[in-house]
């Protein structure tokens, strides 16, 4: 019996261009993860993709595992609070760590342009993720989707260390 082969992972910024792709893998993610209807995806596309000023005017950073990109985060602003934008891990990726792993990125980055918290719109099914790394909810916007009564963003912060 051969042993397991040992993934090569990486954490690098995204490249101009690759927008698309990074757009196509968060539409996945969440479709794959939270099983949204379509008419949720599409009242809310505008907050969940990733444009060419992602890449260019932010720091964003994506996981390759095997030079495959699996995951990836935007920070946004600077000190003293930067925003977590967007993180998200392909569907087909979940389970593995690799958010963890893209969270401590972030974290550090952060951390090394002088910020000393992290603002977070959090997806309610993301909240359990973003709790369990430390972050706190401070509150919930106050409107829903017309087609999800009740799903409310989490607005979230996390002091860095």
Do not use: C
Not at 95 to 120: N, P, S
């Amino acid at each position: 019996m051969e042993p397991d082969p040992v993934e090569t992972i990486n954490i690098r910024p995204a490249r101009d261009g690759e927008h698309v792709a990074l757009t196509a893998l968060v539409i996945r993610s969440v479709e794959g993860t939270w099983d949204y209807p379509d008419e949720f995806m599409a009242w809310n596309l505008e907050d969940i993709i990733i444009e060419p000023e992602h890449i260019r005017d932010m720091i964003t950073n994506v996981v390759e595992v095997d030079g495959r990109v699996a995951g990836v985060y935007v920070l946004r602003g600077g000190a003293p609070e930067m925003e977590l934008s967007r993180m998200m891990v392909d569907a087909g990726s979940t389970g593995r760590g690799l958010g963890r792993l893209l969270w401590e990125h972030a974290v550090e980055t952060a951390k090394q342009f002088g910020v000393d918290e992290l603002k977070i719109d959090s997806d309610p099914n993301a909240e359990g993720f973003y709790l369990r790394m430390g972050a706190v909810t401070i509150g919930e916007f106050d409107w829903s989707p017309p087609m999800m009564p009740g799903w409310h963003v989490k607005t979230m912060k996390y002091r860095i260390p």
